[in-house]
């Protein structure tokens, strides 16, 4: 797996945030492969959530992997890791080394396609510490990332992730700002995405 360009990195400013966009991270047949093998491979799941009473099935299928007990709680559910496969530990490794952070687990989200969705959130949940860092691979169809301030309905920006892109948020991101991948009757092909996140041992 190739280093980026430095020309294909850049930092997004925004204020009280921290966003770090590499275009090219995985060149385009490795990670080609990647999503295939990752596609076929990985066993989805698709949660439900209570929506005003109403079990709703999430948009999107996902999976969590991160390491022994390290336990994850999305959809209001907490789901058991699976074992880290290879890939996803070379992955780990690159980013650990590149970042300076340490990430226990992944979560994966593949996107069928332009009707599955994700929407307005902030990564905030108490286990992942007070200021995380999460990165953000994205493979397969391009799809177009929103964020707002918190409290706010506008988007105030917009970024296309790319095929092999990573996007890394720190600092205080999660505080001050939402995103989300909005519905696009454009988009035929998969998007699969993988956050990489550290979650924290919970006070007993």
């Given at each position: ?156 920006h917009s970024l296309v992730l790319g095929h092999g892109s990573l996007l890394v948020m720190s600092g205080a991101t999660q505080h001050h700002w939402q995103h989300q991948i909005a519905r696009t009757s454009k988009v035929l092909q998969p998007r699969l995405n993988l956050t990489f996140r550290l979650i ?5």
């Open positions: 797996m190739h280093h980026a360009d430095a020309g294909c990195e850049s930092s997004i400013e925004l204020p009280d945030a921290v966003l770090d966009y590499r275009a090219h991270w995985i060149d385009s047949e490795p990670a080609d492969a990647l999503l295939r093998e990752l596609i076929d491979a990985t066993p989805w799941t698709q949660p439900e959530i209570r929506i005003y009473g109403r079990l709703l099935a999430v948009p999107r299928l996902v999976a969590w992997y991160g390491d022994p007990g390290v336990g994850y709680r999305y959809s209001g559910l907490r789901h058991e890791p699976l074992a880290w496969t290879p890939s996803l530990q070379r992955i780990r490794e690159r980013l650990q080394g590149e970042t300076g952070q340490r990430f226990n687990g992944v979560l994966l989200n593949l996107y069928r396609d332009g009707r599955d969705a994700m929407g307005w959130h902030s990564d905030d949940e108490a286990e992942l510490g007070d200021c995380p860092t999460v990165a953000s691979l994205s493979l397969g169809a391009e799809r177009r990332f929103d964020l707002r301030r918190k409290g706010g309905g506008r988007i105030q924290q041992p919970r006070p007993t």
